[in-house]
C-alpha cells in the first residue's frame, strides 16, 4: 500500500506541474496580446497627436487670413476726371491719394506722402475702376468706400510686425505706425472678413490674391479627369473579370496595371509633356491637358477598386441570371453592375481626391505659370489649388504665409469631403453577403 500511494502521490505531482506549465504559457500569452494592444493603440494616439500638431500649426497660421485689414477713404468722384467713353483712362490712384492727403492735410514732404499712400493697397484703384464701371451713377458723389490696406499694415495689426522694435529693423517707419494709430482713433482702420481670398485670382500683393482662380481650375480639371476615368476604368474592369480569358497576355495586362498604380506621379507629368503637348500640340497650362494626365494616373486606382468590386458579388448572383435565360451582357449590366457599383464609386472618390492633391504632373505640363484671370473653360490657361500653395510657399512676403496655411485649410476640407463622401456611400450601399 505504500509503494501504491506513494506512485499515485508522484503521478499527481506530475500533473500539478503540467497544468502549472499550461497555466503559465498561457499567461505569457495573455501579456504578449495586452502588450501587443498596447502598442497598437499607442501607435494610433501617436498618429492622432502628430496629425493634430500638423493640423493645428497649420490652423494656427491660416485663420488670420480669413481677415484683412481695410481702410475707409472718402471718396469724391470728381466729374472732371472722367471720360464717359474711356472710364478706364480716369486717374483712379488719384482718387485715392486725394483722400488721404485731406485726412492727413500735415503731410507736406514728398517722401512722407509716398510713404503715407503705401497704406493703402496699389490694388485699391483697380476696386474703384471697377465700380465706377459697374455703375456710372457715381461720378459726381461722395462716398465713404473701404478698401484693402497695404499687406505691411495687415501685418502690422495681427501683430507681425512690432512696434517696440527699431525703425530699422521693420518694414514700417514710426511715422506709418503714428497715421495707423490715428485711423485706428478715427475708426477707419479695421479687421474685415476677407472676401477677397475667395472671389479673387492670384495677384503679386497679398491682400489682392485669392484662390477663387485656383480652386476654378480645380474643378475644370477634376470634370475632364472624372468624365473620362471613371468610364474607361469601369469598362476596363468589366473586361478583365468577366470576358478576357485567362492566359499570358491577360496576365502581364494585370501585372502592368499593379505596376502603374505604384508609378511615380512626375512620371505621367513627364508622359503628358511629351506626347499631349510636344507631339499633338495642346494648349500649355490648360485644364484639359492637366485633366488629360491625372487620367492616366488616377486610372489604376479605379479599375483595381472596380475589379475587388466585381469579384465581390457572389457567383451566384451571376448563375440565377444565366439560368433565367439572361445572356451574359445583361447579367452584368442588370445585376453585377448594380451591386458592385457602390465600391466602384468608392474607388472613383478616393482616386479623385488623389488627383486633386496631385502638384508634380501638373508642373510638368506648365501649370505653375502664374494666372491672374479666373479660367471660364477648359482650354483657359489656369492652375489648381496645389500647385497655388506651392507658388504662395515660395513667395518672400510675410502675408503669403498665411494665405498659403489658409489654401492648405481650404484644400484639406475638399480632401476631407471626398473622403467622407466614400465612407457615407460605401455604408449607405454597401451588401452584406
Known sequence: MSKRSTAMKSENKKRETTMERI????????????WFRRFGLGAVITTICFLGILFGSIVANGWSAFKQAEVLLEIHFDPAMFDVDNLAAANYGGLVKKSLRQMFPEVKNRRDKRRLYKLVSSGAAFILQRRVAHDTSLIGKTLDIWLPADDEVDMFLKGYIRRDVAESDRRLSDKQIGWIDQLLARGRLQEKFNTTFFTAGDSREPELAGIHGAVAGSLFTLFVTLALSFPIGVATAVYLEEFAPCNRWTDLVEVNINNLAAVPSIVFGLLGLAVFLNFFNMPRSAPLVGGLVLTLMTLPTIIIASRASLKSVPPSIREAALGVGAS???????????LAMPGMMTGTIIGMAQALGETAPLLMIGMVAFIVDVPHGFTDPATVLPVQIYLWADAPERAFVERTSAAIMVLLAFLIAMNGLAVFLRKKFEHRW
Do not use: N
Not at 497555466?23 to 495586452?34: A, M, P, S
Open 328 to 338: 451574359k451582357m445583361q447579367a452584368i449590366t442588370h445585376h453585377i453592375l448594380p
Open 23 to 34: 497555466h503559465r504559457g498561457l499567461g505569457k500569452r495573455y501579456r504578449r496580446e495586452r
